[in-house]
């Protein structure tokens, strides 16, 4: 079992982090041991964005104030740490090393130890500044995934929307999961000519 560090930030993006719980209490169960750690304005979002108690899957929960955490030391051997979402604000403190909180404290722990930080980053466009701030924690060794869903396998309803962003965290956590229909490439691909459809055709547009 993956002792991951599930933090949620102040941005929009609350039903991300509501659906990696599902899939831990759900088909995930014995693979991942979420615990979870709220901002202030993130336990604010998810209110407004999903409106359940978190406390109600039974993990742990724990004060983003309690910097005596376990997973406030590298020592405590956790496995990962993913933020769902992470606001800019956020990234910006990580990438300057203020951890001035647990959420900021555990993310230094992941860096510093060499173990997987997934920040999904909710905020869109991006500005100069925030395009820094993800160049410094990707050389950092975080892996900075957008919370940009796809649609190639035809997403039924949200939460198969969410699903999409979800598998690929759980990917980069190390997780098995099969949240999605993975892509193996389009049947068919090559034309009657014998091209690829991406090739340009000779004969023009």
Known sequence: MKRVVVAVSGASGAPYARRLLDFCAGPGRGAVQPHLLFT???????ADEVGTDPAAYGFPVTSNQDLAAA???GSARFDGMVIIPCSAGQLGRIAHG??????GRAADVMLKERRPLVLVLRES???LVHVRNMA????????????SPSF?????????LLDTVVSRVLD?????????????????????RGRAPTEPDPDGP
């Open 40 to 46: 202030r304005i993130g336990r604010m979002c998810w």
């Open 71 to 73: 997973f406030a030391s």
């Open 98 to 103: 203020i951890s001035a909180d647990l959420v």
């Open 125 to 127: 466009p991006y500005s």
């Open 136 to 147: 410094a924690v990707i050389e950092a060794g975080a892996t900075v995934l957008p919370a």
């Open 152 to 160: 190639y396998s035809r997403p039924a309803d949200l939460d198969s």
């Open 172 to 192: 980069h956590l190390g997780v098995d999961n099969d949240l999605v229909e993975r892509w193996t490439g389009r049947p068919g691909a090559v034309s009657p």
